[in-house]
């Protein structure tokens, strides 16, 4: 009896085992076992999506605590996730998030559809970031007061700093820090992320050949949330799917995260 327990006890080690295993074989990309940025963009609806846009922040934080990472708030709508692979985990959730359920914001009790946009970044590399040069004139850079915490001087000077690459009308800011000038450097640095990105997703090789203006893409929804009529989440990308919304919304992601990685790795051999 005992023998059995302890051959079922070490069959369920070397199944974790392998399956760790199986996931970091997937995290071989440029970035992956660095930091990941998360930004979270409210589609149409109101309160609604906004509501949205903050519930889905505060799953990712659940989930990035639960992965025993470190979380920081760069901005109103941008976190910071520090931990071993964290972009390479997170980067398969960039994408349109469609939440559904009876609004909380509606007096009649009605149903309504959310839309929210998560775009996930690596933290770049401070030798990358120093060899892309952006010129001055293709910047432009906002100020303005930091609405979150750092003392009475934060909050009364012009401290926040958003950049703006005018060729491209990507933008970027950071309200953490203390002063105006680290501000403007962290935001540089995720700006320069961005255009990064862009520039892979384009084949681009020069930062000139950059001529399009970028404008969010709201038509492709990569995972529905249903609170009503019935429970469901469900990724369209990958098929997983499971009735416990609650669990998910808690921070529960293992399942989606790990088979969307899967799915990438896939997509990257044919592309290939």
């Known amino acids: 009896m005992i023998r059995n327990l302890i051959d079922e006890f ?37 309160k609604d999506a906004e509501d949205w846009a903050n519930m889905l922040s505060q799953m990712y934080v659940k989930y990035a605590t639960s992965s025993g990472w470190k979380t920081k708030e760069i901005d ?26 009876i609004s909380p914001y509606d007096a009649k009790g009605l149903r309504h559809t959310s839309f929210a946009q998560v775009e996930v970044l690596p933290e770049l590399p401070e030798v990358e970031a120093a060899q892309l040069k952006i010129p001055e004139k293709d910047i432009k850079a906002e100020f303005f007061r930091s609405s979150g915490p750092g003392g009475q001087n934060v909050n009364k000077v012009e401290t926040a700093v958003r950049l703006v690459h005018l ?32 520039m892979e997703a384009h084949q681009a090789k020069e930062l000139g050949e950059l001529k399009t203006r970028v404008k969010p893409e709201w038509g492709n929804q990569i995972r529905s949330y249903v609170l009503h009529p019935y429970k469901m989440v469900k990724d369209h990308r ?13 921070g529960g992601l293992e399942e989606f995260i790990e088979a969307g990685l899967k799915l990438l790795t896939v997509s990257a051999k044919v592309d290939d």
């Open 10 to 46: 070490e069959a369920i080690d070397s199944e974790e085992k392998l399956r760790k295993f199986e996931i970091k074989t997937l995290l071989s990309g440029r970035y992956d076992s660095g930091t990941a940025v998360l930004s979270f963009y409210a589609g149409a609806g109101g």
């Open 76 to 101: 109103d709508n941008t976190i910071e996730i520090q931990g071993n692979y964290a972009y390479g985990f997170l980067k398969g959730e960039n994408g349109v998030h469609r939440l559904v359920r």
């Open 167 to 198: 060729p491209t009308s990507l933008s970027a800011s950071s309200q953490v820090e203390r002063s105006q000038a680290r501000n403007r450097e962290r935001a540089m640095n995720l700006l320069k992320a961005k255009i990064v990105k862009l």
């Open 238 to 250: 990958t098929g997983v799917e499971t009735g416990d919304v609650d669990k998910v919304l808690e």
